[in-house]
Structures are given as C-alpha cells and as structure tokens.
C-alpha cells in the first residue's frame, strides 16, 4: 500500500472522450500496432474502423502529436457530415438516381482543395495559381493544364468554409444539369410525353409511369454528361496534388475523423459517404506522398458498403482496405496500470512504477465463490474498449473518497453505477442504427444469465411484436417487421430472431449458436450474423457489464 496517498473527491483515471483526456491521453497512450501501420505510406489501409470508445480518435490524435505534417479534419466541425440539407442531390437519391460516379468526383474536389489549402500558407493565397504554374513549368510537366484551369475556375473557393464550398458546388450541379438535361426534355416533349422536371417528386399526379421512366432516364443522362464532362477536368488533380507535395519533399497525412457524429440513417448520407471511400482510396493510390486515413464506427461502415452497391463493387474488395482497432487483456492492463501510476505521480513522485494492485483489490470473489482477479473483473465486464475500462475504474475511485485503497465492497457498489451507465451509453451508441434500442434492452428484464433460444416462444414474442409496435417508430424495419407479423406474415421465429440479431450486434447478448460453437460476441471478432445461425437450441448469455442493472448474477 502507498503511503500517505487517499482518493480525492475529484480524482480519475482519465476521461472517456480523446478529446477531454489530453492531460492523460498522450503519456499513457498505448503503443499498439495500428499506429506505424497508419504512418506507413506504403501500407494501403486507410479505413481505421472500430466501435465507439474502441480508440480512433485517440489514435488520431496521437498520429497529428508524432507527425507534423498531419493535417486533422473534424469532419463535424468542417460540414463533411452535411449538416446542411442539399436538397437537389437528395431528392434524386430518392428517385434511386445514381449519384454515385458523381459524388466520388464531388469529394476529390473537396478533398483536392482542402489538401492545397493546407499545403499552401494563407498568406501565398493570392498567388497560389502562379505557385501551382511554377512547380510545373519546374518539372518540365506541361500535361496538367486542364486540371490548372479547373482550379482556377475554383481558386475563390480555396479559403472558405467547407459547407459553403459545398453549397456553391451543388448550386452549380443544379445549374449544369438542368442545361445538360433541357435539349434531350425538349427532344422528348415533340413527341408529346410529359416531362415532370427536374427534382420533381412525381406528387402532382399529372405523370403518367411512363413518364415517369422518361423523366428519371433524362435526368440520368444528365447526371452522366455532367460527370463526364467533370472527370476530364479532374482526373489530372491527384498530379496536381502529387507535384505539390513532392515539391514539399515529404509525406501529408490527412485524418478525417467524426464522420459519423451527425450521419442519421438515411440513403444519400449514406451513399455520399461511400463516395468519399471512393475518393480517398483513389487519391491514396494516385498521389505518392499522401496518406488520407478516417475512422469509421464498424457498424455505420457496414450500413454503407452493403447498402449502397454500385457495379463492380463488392463489400469484399473494401475489407483489404480496413484496419480494425481492437483492444486484448494484455493492453488494456497495460492502459489501466499506466493511468493509475499518472493519477499517484501527480499527487507525488513514486519511488517506482505504481500498480492496479496496490491501490486497489488483488483478488474479487463473486456470487459463486469464484475468484477472480481484479483486472478480469473488470475486463469482462467491459466491451474491450478503453472507454469502459477508464469508465469503471472510475467509478472505483468515487466510491474510494477519503480512502487508501479500492476495497472489493467499493467495486461491487462501483459496478452498480457502472452497469447503469453502459445501459445507457448503449442506447446512445445505436439509437440511430437501431431505433428501438431501449425497448429490445429493457426486453432482457427478468431473464437469468443464460438462456435458451427456445426459452423465447410464441406469447413471449407477441409481447416484444406489442412492444415493438408501440414505438411508432414507423420507418424502423424492425417496426416494419412487427407488422408483418402482426400481418401474419412471417412467423414469431422470424422477428424473435431479428431482436436477438439486434441486440447481439449491439454487444448487449453473446450467442453460442450450437453446442459445438464458442461463445460469440460481436465486438471480438468478425464474425458476419447470418439470419439463419440462430436455432432453437442457440443459447444467449447477457454481456456482464449488464448484470448489475438487471439484477442478475450468475
């Protein structure tokens, strides 16, 4: 035990968000392996995916701390999340419109200009096209003329704000396609056939199908010719971008981060974010001396590359492209002891290095009599993110105020809050991907630790189907699935099924699909949920860092 060391009322291990916790983020920060995977330029990974609290921003922010040629972008704070409502690009997404090639080209031009903007001091801002000239006419390159006439088409754009380049962008999207699309309306409207407009919605109920079809194959033809027209100009840029930095004579990372902080549910985010995937993957292996990474939480991920399918395209071609972050025993001890040693040493200076068992218990006995150390305590009930972990130990050091050391009482009451906590923290984490978070969590009340799949019948079921049904969460497919059943549609096996396929993906449950499975969960692996897996001798165990809420033990 330390001598004259007691818990403070105000004393913590760190905060949750990367953001809040620099006075602990970068001197305990965690030597993984994604790091110099990262800051290897030959390395084509640039999709750092993982869950929230799993370490992205952290990881970010320790990259532009190492690296002084890295360029962070907060996506929310720069407008990459469209904040703003385009109302052009989404109504056509709603047509199914393919604004897919357009919305690539769209984001190499964002990301082209921020790049100069950054490359280029603010001061040289006056003379940048004459500084762009030179490093060419210096490298004897005379081939990038279209690409230098399109920037200088764009150069007022270079030191504005990213929401207003973006809406100065789209305004002449609207103008180029209603020009690009009016001679083949006209054309059309000779032989009598009814052109709904462009951006029409189809709502005034003059259409007729066929006009319908006639107009959205217009518009289609529009959008081709724009981006044609659009990729002769900017196909030359990543030479542009490539000259501009070797000039420089040295690497730029760009880290796009907090892409999905605003992102709600819905087609166009979706498919302007597989757009810029695209964008940045090309730039990356079209520019020698660039790295753009971003993070991306795993599930948002998902939704956007099996949602929004372009030809040729397959969700398989992008997994050589991710880097998952994930967290083992042996580092997330190492966080834990190295944040304890930081909290002693601001107090006073250790004779040595500080340990997890010497201001807190060694061993934690459980219900059962089992005992098990503390640092498995804790991990277990934690979803292997550092987040949980510095969020437990935490709520430890509350409970110990006034005290020297962390006693197990302290942990068990400790761990009530905790759990209260990760109730909650799960429901923010998903409510966007599943509407009906709360009530498939609140589902879970009255169930022992462990259970059959079959435990679940057909009168448990109608009652989650009711309970479904009652959020009027009308767009939900979950909603829209308790429907079909209400319907008698689909069986009660089909949407009993989907509630689990939820919950375990959200980390609440574990499933061991058969007797001769390992349990699963969904953060420890990649592991694809196939709607058929779960049978009715699947057992489900519920994630321990839940227990306390419910009440349950095992």
């Known amino acids: 035990m330390l001598h004259n060391f007691v818990f403070n009322r105000h004393d913590t291990v760190g905060a949750n968000a990367a953001e809040e916790d620099a006075d602990y983020l970068f001197e305990c920060f965690v030597d993984m392996e994604e790091l110099p995977i990262i800051k290897d330029d030959r390395d084509h990974r640039f999709l750092v995916v993982g869950r929230t609290g799993s370490g992205k921003t952290a990881l970010f922010m320790q990259l532009a701390e190492d690296c002084d040629n890295c360029y962070p972008i907060d996506a929310n704070a720069k407008g990459f999340c469209f904040t703003e409502r385009i109302s052009i690009l989404e109504e056509l997404s709603d047509k199914g419109i393919n604004l897919s090639p357009y919305l690539k080209l769209l984001w190499t031009h964002v990301l082209a200009i921020e790049i100069i903007q950054e490359t280029i001091p603010v001061?040289?801002?006056?003379?940048?096209m004459d500084r762009l000239k030179s490093i060419f006419v210096r490298k004897g390159k005379v081939k990038e003329e279209n690409a230098l006439r399109y920037l200088k088409e764009y150069q007022g754009h270079f030191w504005m704000e990213t929401t207003e380049r973006l809406r100065l962008i789209t305004e002449k999207f609207t103008q180029d396609l209603e020009n690009a699309t009016r001679v083949d309306a006209e054309a059309q409207a000779k032989f009598g056939v009814f052109s709904a407009g462009i951006g029409s919605s189809y709502e005034d109920g003059e259409a007729t199908s066929y006009t319908r079809q006639t107009t959205y194959a217009i518009e289609q033809r529009g959008i081709e010719t724009i981006c044609q027209n659009l990729a002769n100009k900017i196909s030359t840029i990543p030479k542009v971008i490539d000259a501009l930095l070797n000039d420089k004579g040295r690497i730029m990372y760009v880290a796009i981060d907090k892409l999905d902080e605003s992102v709600?549910?819905?087609?166009?985010?979706?498919?302007?974010?597989r757009g810029l995937i695209?964008?940045?993957?090309?730039?990356?292996?079209?520019?020698?001396?660039?790295?753009?990474?971003?993070?991306?939480?795993?599930?948002?991920?998902?939704?956007?590359?099996?949602?929004?399918?372009n030809p040729g395209q397959q969700y398989e071609k992008y997994k050589s492209l991710f880097l998952q972050i994930r967290w083992n025993r042996k580092q997330l001890i190492d966080l834990a002891e190295k944040r304890v040693h930081k909290l002693v040493k601001k107090r006073y200076q250790p004779k040595s290095v500080v340990s997890l068992r010497e201001l807190f218990p060694e061993k934690i006995h459980t219900t059962e009599n089992k005992v098990v150390s503390f640092e498995d305590y804790i991990i277990e009930r934690s979803w292997n993110r550092p987040r949980d972990i510095i969020d437990f130990i935490n709520f430890c050091i509350k409970q110990a105020e006034g005290n020297e050391k962390v006693t197990q009482d302290m942990v068990r009451q400790a761990e009530k809050q905790y759990s209260k906590d990760r109730y909650s923290s799960l429901q923010e984490e998903w409510q966007k991907t599943i509407p009906e978070i709360?009530?498939?969590?609140?589902?879970?009340?009255?169930?022992?630790?462990?259970?059959?799949?079959?435990?679940?019948?057909?009168?448990?079921?109608?009652?989650?189907?009711?309970?479904?049904?009652?959020?009027?969460?009308?767009?939900?497919?979950?909603?829209?699935?308790?429907?079909?059943?209400?319907?008698?549609?689909?069986?009660?096996?089909?949407?009993?099924n989907k509630c689990l396929q939820l919950l375990y993906d959200a980390g609440a449950i574990g499933i061991k699909f058969s007797s001769s499975d390992p349990l699963r969960w969904s953060y420890q692996e990649d592991y694809a949920y196939v709607k058929d897996d779960i049978r009715e001798n699947s057992s489900v165990r519920i994630h321990p860092g839940?227990?306390?809420?419910?009440g349950i033990c095992e």
């Open 264 to 273: 709600i549910s819905d087609t166009f985010r979706y498919q302007s974010l």
């Open 546 to 550: 839940l227990w306390a809420f419910y």
């Open 438 to 496: 709360k009530i498939l969590l609140d589902l879970l009340v009255g169930f022992a630790v462990e259970f059959n799949v079959s435990s679940i019948d057909e009168d448990k079921t109608i009652d989650w189907v009711h309970a479904v049904l009652c959020s009027e969460e009308l767009s939900s497919p979950l909603y829209c699935l308790a429907s079909e059943y209400d319907k008698q549609s689909v069986n009660y096996t089909t949407f009993r």
């Open 278 to 309: 695209d964008a940045i993957r090309d730039l990356n292996r079209d520019v020698e001396k660039l790295k753009i990474v971003v993070s991306l939480r795993t599930d948002l991920l998902d939704c956007i590359l099996r949602k929004i399918k």
């Open 123 to 128: 001061d040289h801002k006056d003379t940048i």
